[in-house]
T-cell receptor, first 114, second 112 residues
Framework: DADVTQTPRNRITKTGKRIMLECSQT?????MYWYRQDPGLGLRLIYY???????NKGEISDGYSVSRQAQAKFSLSLESAIPNQTALYFC?????????????FGPGTRLTVL | DQQVKQNSPSLSVQEGRISILNCDYT??????FLWYKKYPAEGPTFLIS?????DKNEDGRFTVFLNKSAKHLSLHIVPSQPGDSAVYFC???????????FGKGTKLSVIP
């Protein structure tokens, strides 16, 4: 079984709809991240969480919100989806404080906003 | 302003030859560098990393070189195999940083 899972894997929605992307991990890591990938733009950080009570904005947080329901679960919400939020979304986890600690990524959610 | 740059969107290499993927950075506070590999329909997976106190790190067929004065790093794959065909992301972090800054990626195609 995968260590970091994301649901749904694909989602098509309409402008103005609220949508939630979910991430679960079995690695026991405290740190969790949400990224988006756009063609030709690499990965950009949306939000990150160091533990259940610690949530922080990343580079591109506008239009998004997150919830850390438990150590193992980190959800990303689009309150009112817009077409330029069409992208590939990745959740990631990380074990510790050290810069050298690796981030482990989920398989991604492909979101299309019509 | 892009702090981590991968100026080649794509690269094609014959099987068995060397693949060289390049990455430049502008932020002098970066001191840890990573390469991630991504196959279609999968998340990125960690490949190899290097600390700024080193100029080379090797892991099997993969070697990363760091030139701090030029703010440049490269990933060498020798010999290249068809299974290496993927998108490779360069990423960087500062000391104690909680986040990675990614480049745009280079799509490597290894031709049998």
């Amino acid at each position: 079984d995968a260590d970091v899972t994301q649901t749904p894997r694909n989602r098509i929605t309409k402008t103005g709809k609220r949508i939630m992307l979910e991430c679960s991990q079995t690695k026991g890591h405290d740190r969790m991240y949400w990224y988006r990938q756009d063609p030709g733009l690499g990965l950009r950080l949306i939000y990150y969480s160091f533990d259940v009570k610690d949530i922080n904005k990343g580079e591109i947080s506008d239009g998004y919100s997150v919830s850390r329901q438990a150590q193992a679960k980190f959800s990303l919400s689009l309150e009112s989806a817009i077409p330029n939020q069409t992208a590939l979304y990745f959740c990631a986890t990380r074990s510790g404080f050290e810069t050298s600690d690796t981030q482990y990524f989920g398989p991604g959610t492909r979101l299309t906003v019509l | 302003d892009q702090q981590v740059k991968q100026n080649s969107p794509s690269l094609s290499v014959q099987e068995g030859r060397i693949s060289i993927l390049n990455c430049d950075y502008t932020n002098s506070m970066f001191d840890y560098f990573l390469w991630y590999k991504k196959y279609p329909a999968e998340g990125p997976t960690f490949l190899i990393s290097i600390s700024s106190i080193k100029d080379k790190n090797e892991d099997g067929r993969f070697t990363v070189f760091l030139n701090k004065s030029a703010k440049h790093l490269s990933l060498h794959i020798v010999p290249s195999q068809p299974g290496d065909s993927a998108v490779y992301f360069c990423a960087a972090a500062g000391a104690g940083s909680y986040q990675l800054t990614f480049g745009k990626g280079t799509k490597l195609s290894v031709i049998p």
